[in-house]
């Protein structure tokens, strides 16, 4: 069994947003990936943001600079 770390998760009412977050990070070489929501939170379509929580200052950054759209952000052990 994987150990659970500390993450830095952001929530997405739609696909579409999730989507648009994964281009623009990309784009910018924000590290991280889309995964399944985790069972401890819940958010409109089901995808979240991974990244580990030390890049969370850069996320911030990229989702006021690009106007990005998302539920809401999480620090969850996972």
Known sequence: MRSKEL??????HT???ALAL?????SADVPGRLIPIPTQITAGC????RMPIGEK??????LTKCDLKYENIYELMI
Do not use: D, Q, Y
């Open 57 to 62: 200052e850069k996320m911030k950054s990229l």
């Open 46 to 49: 089901g995808l979240a943001w």
């Open 7 to 12: 993450c830095f998760l952001v929530a997405f």
């Open 15 to 17: 696909t579409t947003e």
């Open 22 to 26: 994964e281009e623009a990070a990309r």
